[in-house]
């Protein structure tokens, strides 16, 4: 008998994703073992399996009774701005009463408003806030969080804001891939003088992010009236030289050729893709870019417009998945609810839904030989959902069916303690007068 | 100084519902009080309004703090499916692969396969399932619910299926209010003899039911293809013989003139309405029937069709949201995820969506002086929220923001403790082997 820290035991469906990410006809091949278990040593899956033959096989200090629930890889999500210092409900009330987003934008409402409140923010108020989100994001089974800066809009606020995401996943059982989207939308004072502030970003912001290692990936808002084809470009190519890798907001509510400047660039993805042509799909499959789909935006915008994502899948592309949580335009950063929805509007399957949003979105962060499945010698990234199986995921929603989470190995979310999933929650405080 | 038994303060924004059932413009009034707090005596609300008025006034037992946090009444689901058997994952597959829900039906799925999963099912087995999915319920602010039978389609069955209510209701802190819906659907064996189940619906199941007081309400599937109009008629007014009220599934895929018999027939609700003409609106206007609404339900159906909700306000109804939770159309129990489905979808606001799910669903349980809003004599049910108003509560979704609910006067969800919303979870057990 060997000796292991932790074994996950007779899991009545457990989902391995193993194998690497998956494409075309094999997007749902997501490698089910009936009583199924993981053995884990330190952070790493030792063994995956039957459960019986782990069983016969480990000597486990600790084990997590899986009967009767569903066990995947923790969630990878690619996509996310957490980094915010208001929330944005009044907005959400606006749209409702039939402004667009892009109105909203217009009159200092959108990303400029969340500008305005991240600037007078402290970078502790920051941590705070944002560590919280990660709480969050873990309590529904997310493990690896792409976080992205961009309510800044400065050197001092981007990099504020890079800084916050650094220190709030210190120490922290999610794994946060952070990335700089100074360009996220021209801030008021460049607004007439878009060239300065697109000099700034390459000459200034992107230099001090890269030298102060702040930043795995770069990111541009590149949408008509945001940053055009050629300034994102230049944007990107500069982020390039400086060793920054690339992500690319591409063809959200209008084909701008941004898919296609994504593949030029071999970006490791090109997300949103709502509006993306024949044309920037086959630039994609040629280029190896995955496609980051984000139906949880299309639902929060009352869009009836979602990417066209069974064409991505049928061109051969990665396609993976995102919450996009952010405060204006999809505010969860639940990845059961994006499955459900993904599953509703864009016609994955729950196995192809899946595959997006664990493997194919490790992909996409070029993390697939570290998360993203239950492999021997992989991160020990796991959740355990109060689901027979996996259909039952995106099935049952609404509610959070997670029971434990394990992140490098250790129990991080229990049902029953909850310690990461309630974090203080002083407010329901209840005492004695 | 008055002794109370429970005191709740420091709400940053109390919603108190109070005044009565809303219409037209007034739907969105829902009674504001900054810095709020309810004093609770036995299972009565002794009194409502700013805290320092009431910690001026009462000597509590024990306080909840609510500050940073919303309170609204606990809210009233006026339309749920709860006693089955068996979960329908593989059919949301197989909706997501492009067949319908009326095809899935016409293949042996849908209702008539959760008809045969309850018929082989014990009493025993639906109280035990219909509890955890109560406690579910309340685990996200539901604190009345309407619960039909409907999935039993014979005498022995039904009354099976509402005695299981019944009894899983008895102690429980969710207050139910059973509806029998043996005209759910025809069953197989009646399948060539529709005549012959609608004299059994009459003749037989709801005298029974009456007798037995098994359920407050009779409802009746019509719709083309189920129960025409001329049949339910005959249930709707055989039920009225016996002393049942009335509510209708009305015009849910097409106008079928249903909402026209629900008004007729005085019912005190109509629902679904999605298909529903003005002519049909007009009549329930007239008849003061309250019109339900159920939005998730075409979101789970991935329709592009809602119910016509700012024409139904506009008309003056009486309008009123619930979860429709079922396996097969609907798969959740939150309200929170409805009300941010109403509000996208609906259209409605906010706050005109938190008076469709409290005060005005009371209404269309004819609950409207016991329960759905907080005023002095009223059962104490109330949810403090983590939200810091009720326009955040919509706009956070995917996640359960509740903090605590109060039952007729108990704390019976705590965050911290999570009595009531875990309820035995045997699933993640962590042991030394």
Do not use: W
């Not at 700034?200 to 102060?212: S, Y």
């Not at 920054?244 to 591409?250: N, Q």
């Not at 595959?355 to 070029?366: G, H, P, V, Y």
């Amino acid at each position: 008998m060997e000796p292991c820290d932790l074994l996950v035991i007779h899991a009545s469906e457990l989902c391995t994703l193993a194998g690497g990410p998956r494409t075309g006809a094999a997007l749902g091949r997501i490698g089910i073992v009936a009583d199924g278990g993981v053995a884990i040593a330190g952070d790493r899956i030792a063994a995956v399996g039957p459960s019986p033959g782990l069983l016969a096989r480990y000597r486990p200090r600790r084990v997590l009774d899986a009967a009767n629930c569903l066990v995947t890889p923790g969630f990878v999500d690619a996509h996310t701005h957490p980094v915010f210092a208001a929330t944005r409900e009044a907005e959400f009330e606006m749209r409702v009463q039939g402004r667009t987003y892009q109105e909203i934008a217009a009159a200092g409402g959108g990303i400029r408003s969340s500008v305005r409140a991240v600037r007078a923010a402290s970078e502790d108020d920051l941590v705070a806030s944002t560590r919280r989100r990660l709480d969050l994001f873990l309590a529904h089974g997310t493990t690896t969080v792409e976080a992205k800066s961009g309510y800044g809009l400065s050197l001092a606020d981007e990099t504020k804001s890079l800084r916050a995401i650094q220190k709030a996943a210190a120490g922290h059982p999610v794994r946060v891939v952070p990335t700089f989207l100074g360009a996220h939308e021209f801030p008021d004072e460049y607004r007439d003088r878009r060239e300065d502030y697109v000099r700034l970003l390459c000459d200034e912001m992107i230099p001090a992010v890269a030298r102060d290692r702040l930043a795995v990936y770069a990111d541009v808002f590149c949408e008509k009236g945001v940053f055009e084809v050629p300034e994102s470009r230049r944007v990107l190519e500069a982020a390039r030289d400086h060793g920054l890798r690339l992500r690319l907001h591409a063809d959200e509510f209008v084909d701008s050729g941004a898919a296609a400047l994504a593949a030029e660039l071999r970006a490791d993805s090109a997300d949103h893709l709502m509006a993306v042509s024949d044309r920037g799909i086959d630039a994609l499959g040629s280029a190896g870019t995955a496609a980051v789909l984000l139906p949880g935006t299309s639902f929060f915008l009352a869009l009836s417009r979602f990417a066209p994502a069974r064409r991505l899948v049928d061109a051969g592309l990665t396609v993976a998945l995102g919450t996009d949580f952010n405060p204006g335009s999809n505010m969860t950063c639940s990845m059961p609810m994006i499955l459900t929805i993904a599953c509703l509007y864009l016609k994955l399957t729950p196995a192809e839904a899946l595959t997006a949003a664990t493997i194919n979105a490790a992909r996409s962060l070029r993390l697939e030989s570290e998360v993203g499945s239950l492999e021997a010698g992989k991160r020990a990234d796991l959740v355990i959902f109060d689901a027979p199986n996996h259909r039952f995921l995106p099935y049952h929603y609404g509610v959070n069916l997670v029971r434990a989470v394990v992140a490098a190995g250790r129990v991080v979310v229990d049902d029953r303690v909850r310690t990461a999933s309630n974090p203080g929650s002083p407010s329901s405080e209840s005492r004695e007068p």
